[in-house]
T-cell receptor, first 116, second 111 residues
Framework: AQKITQTQPGMFVQEKEAVTLDCTYD???????LFWYKQPSSGEMIFLIY??????QNATEGRYSLNFQKARKSANLVISASQLGDSAMYFC?????????????FGSGTQLTVLP | DGGITQSPKYLFRKEGQNVTLSCEQN?????MYWYRQDPGQGLRLIYY???????QKGDIAEGYSVSREKKESFPLTVTSAQKNPTAFYLC??????????FGSGTRLTVV
């Protein structure tokens, strides 16, 4: 069984500062994918970044980067230069391996608040 | 533009009533999923379908039913057997290994 753990229920960051949201995962599979989503108060899930288990480089998308440490089974999201619009719920998720239904398993989320 | 449409945005259910949540996609994706989200929590899988006329139970399928008669449509029925249906429901579809698209959700409240 897979499991995603996000240990920070809430985080505060000052505008323009960087923030790291933690995510650890547990799987015995060799092939998997890791995702980060942003959920504003309106409810939609906004895709931020993806890291494949075989990708050697850490993924980056604009101000978002994923600190992937495979041996430690961690996939932390780093947001640089925080903006007020970054205030939202952030979810880490893992995709099941190929051959299965490939559904996403989600962590419990981290509520990020950016302070002016 | 391609995407997933969920309706209604808000839904109120009386005790003992069945209600159906709509999920329609025009992305030509084979795989579709229903998730439930409780306040302050992550998403949990209810049902999924990888192809028309086939669907499988997820982690919390009790009290729910689905159908997949068309590729574009994957409606979710919340039955009276679901004792605590108040939640936010999200529908998603998938293309390839990481092309997941989510709808905007339906907020269901028992009154």
């Amino acid at each position: 069984a897979q499991k995603i753990t996000q240990t920070q229920p809430g985080m505060f960051v000052q505008e323009k500062e960087a923030v790291t949201l933690d995510c650890t995962y547990d799987t015995s599979d060799q092939s998997y994918g890791l995702f980060w989503y942003k959920q504003p108060s309106s409810g939609e899930m906004i895709f931020l970044i993806y890291q494949g288990s075989y990708d050697e480089q850490n993924a980056t998308e604009g101000r978002y980067s994923l600190n992937f440490q495979k041996a430690r089974k961690s996939a932390n999201l780093v947001i640089s230069a925080s903006q007020l619009g970054d205030s939202a719920m952030y979810f880490c998720a893992m995709r099941e391996p190929s051959g299965s239904a490939r559904q996403l398993t989600f962590g419990s989320g981290t509520q990020l608040t950016v302070l002016p | 533009d391609g995407g997933i449409t969920q309706s209604p945005k808000y839904l109120f259910r009386k005790e003992g009533q069945n209600v159906t949540l709509s999920c329609e996609q025009n992305l030509n994706h084979d795989a579709m999923y229903w998730y439930r989200q409780d306040p302050g929590q992550g998403l949990r899988l209810i049902y999924y379908s990888q192809i028309v006329n086939d669907f499988q139970k997820g982690d919390i399928a009790e009290g729910y039913s689905v159908s997949r008669e068309k590729k574009e449509s994957f409606p979710l029925t919340v039955t009276s057997a679901q004792k605590n249906p108040t939640a936010f429901y999200l529908c998603a579809s998938r293309d390839g290994l990481y092309g997941y698209t989510f709808g905007s959700g339906t907020r269901l409240t028992v009154v």
